[in-house]
């Protein structure tokens, strides 16, 4: 019984880091998000994290739901459910998004899922959001997510849990070790391609002076501005361009560069009507040419993920085949003395090692 609440604890800490990595690649919250505002108290403090059914996408009313409007992720409750859509309320809020906020109508596309509930009551963690909307970036929570899959690959080595209780030495076999590498490994790729994407901003004014200064335009006239793309790699890159309205066209919006190579690309954009200082952010995203460029074109046609995804995955079946060809398993290539008294047997002790 011990073993199998140890599993599941373990197996729930891995669906929480998947969960948080997951989030981190899709800017969206899977499994937990928090609350960065008063407007749902006293149900959900500001800083409280929560839980989140990201499978439950058809709330009804009275449920608290995550989903995402003008650009960022809120969470509220459901007031009233029309033809147009689900119209949301914080709990503190006098008025609903749609009437306070100016928000329209929720969609379904746009919720994220519903949140946990236990008789009634959000089940949440308190104040421990401050500290991730202070300090975890997503750099940080693949840092994390390291740790932990490398702590579980060790918590998980060696023999069964008696001969472990009067060995002498933690020892680590061969497949364990290789296994640790391949996680390092598989997410030191990801970042490297995350390090390549980037939204650059393209500022400009609308005003009835246009065209007396460089970025002065007049309202509702198309301009054309370039920006200059460079490969600082030394391996080939695929890169894809995006951008939304008043951005028009784009001279190249998707090529490859070599290692050191760079590009300018022309950017047509079309002003808007009202006088005022806008920033339009272009989209660069890039992947390691790993993959024929048509099939890396086709998995981005449907989301930026999939491409790195798919890179991942083939660097993963490398890996594998590469373990295969050695034909070695469970030979011991590291022993670690266990000293009850220092830092490292505490530990292991914490980890039922």
Known sequence: MKGLIEYLLIGLLAVLVVGSLLGALFDRPVFMSYAYSE??????????VFFLNPLSRNPGVGDVIVFRANGKWTVHR?????????LTKGDAN???????????????????????????????????GNYLQGGLDNRSKILLGVILALVGIIAFSGDSGERKR????????????????????????????FVSWESVPLEYAVTSAGGLRDGWHLPGEEFSTELMVKNNNIYPMLYYVSAHAPVTAISSPSFQLSGGEERTLVVNVRAPEKTAVYST?????????????????????????LPL???????????????????MGKEDVVRIRRGRGSFIGRFLEVLRI
Request: glycine share 10%; hydrophobic share 50%.
């Open 281 to 305: 952010g272009v989209k660069i995203t890039a992947y390691p040419h790993v993959l024929p460029a048509p099939v890396v074109s086709w998995l981005y046609s449907f989301n930026p993920m």
């Open 166 to 193: 009067r060995s002498r030495f933690l020892r680590i076999g061969f497949r364990t070790l290789y296994l640790a590498v391949a996680v390092i490994l598989i997410i030191t790729v990801a970042m490297a391609v």
């Open 309 to 327: 995804l798919a890179i991942l995955f083939e660097v993963g079946v490398m890996l594998w085949m590469i373990y295969l060809v050695t034909g």
């Open 94 to 128: 006098v008025a609903t998004d749609q009437v306070g906020s100016g928000i329209p109508p929720v969609q379904k596309k746009d919720v994220a899922g519903k949140v946990v509930t236990l008789e009634g009551h959000v089940i949440r963690i308190p104040l421990v």
């Open 78 to 86: 459901v007031v009233l459910i029309t033809g147009g859509g689900y």
């Open 39 to 48: 407007s749902m108290t006293p149900n959900i403090n500001r800083g409280d």
